[in-house]
């Protein structure tokens, strides 16, 4: 992967990264999006803020506040770069949280040979998300709620490490291709297989999958403050195209 600019700007990325991650239930609110999945991550339960919601701001704080309150979910909002700064201003006028800045990241992908090794470990694709592939990502959802979302996608594939042949995973990563867009989510990697190559692995893998699916670029998303992970993208060549947060009504 080298350095270049994405082709795509701030609201038209964050919509590929919306097809990617889709929510089970959406509903439009002028150039918004309203999402919800039971609560299973920040992406699919808050309200993307990309243009106009066709009404006043305020009004439009109500809508997505009985939305969400009517589903039994905290109401929030995804805030993308500087042209929602608008919306941010007014909810927080009106008491929303704010949340950390989330990066995102951006690549060009770059063909990998065929029937080489990654990085000389063996990473398994599977089509969905299996129990243990599961675990080892998020435990503390339920597995039902997590696959709505994790599965909702044509070209979707999970990445997983085994040191044993049908062992528990050591790494997992997902990897969802949307147009000519891989994205890249719910890296993990078990905290005594860190700094070994597997985490290096599994993304070695989706981007070859990717390529061969046609995309010629990748994103991701990640905490500001997780530094190591931040450090070890820089170094993969990926490059910051904006960033977002939340805003979560009181």
């Known amino acids: 992967m080298g350095q270049s600019r994405s082709p795509l700007g701030v609201a038209d990325l964050e919509r590929v990264a919306t097809r990617g991650w889709r929510a089970p239930e959406e509903e439009p609110l002028g150039g918004w999006l309203l999402r919800a999945a039971g609560g299973f991550t920040g992406r699919a339960n808050t309200a993307l803020v990309t243009g106009d919601p066709g009404r006043p701001l305020p009004e439009a704080?109500?809508?997505?506040?009985?939305w969400y309150r009517a589903?039994?979910?905290r109401p929030g909002v995804q805030l993308p770069g500087?042209?929602?700064?608008?919306?941010?201003a007014a909810l927080a006028g009106l008491g929303?949280?704010?949340?950390?800045?989330?990066?995102?990241?951006?690549?060009p992908l770059a063909p990998a040979p065929d029937g080489v090794p990654v990085d000389g470990v063996p990473v398994e694709l599977a089509p969905s998300p299996g129990d243990d592939w599961l675990a080892l990502y998020?435990?503390?959802?339920?597995?039902?709620?997590?696959?709505?979302?994790?599965?909702?996608?044509?070209r979707v594939v999970f990445a997983a490490v085994r040191p044993a042949p049908g062992g528990a995973p050591v790494a997992v990563a997902r990897g969802v291709v949307t147009d000519d867009w891989l994205g890249v989510s719910a890296v993990t990697v078990a905290e005594a297989h860190r700094r070994r190559?597997?985490?290096?692995?599994?993304?070695?893998a989706l981007t070859r999958w990717?390529?061969?699916?046609?995309?010629?670029?990748?994103?991701?998303?990640?905490?500001?403050?997780?530094?190591?992970a931040r450090a070890l993208y820089r170094r993969a060549g990926y490059v910051e195209h904006h960033r977002y947060h939340y805003r979560w009504a009181p």
């Open 210 to 228: 990717a390529v061969g699916q046609g995309a010629h670029w990748v994103y991701l998303q990640v905490s500001a403050s997780n530094a190591p």
């Open 82 to 88: 500087v042209q929602s700064r608008a919306a941010g």
């Open 138 to 154: 998020r435990a503390d959802v339920d597995p039902g709620t997590a696959r709505a979302v994790l599965a909702r996608a044509d």
């Open 96 to 107: 929303w949280e704010r949340s950390e800045d989330v990066l995102v990241l951006t690549a």
């Open 197 to 204: 190559g597997v985490g290096t692995a599994v993304m070695g």
């Open 71 to 73: 589903r039994g979910l």
């Open 61 to 66: 704080a109500e809508v997505v506040t009985a």
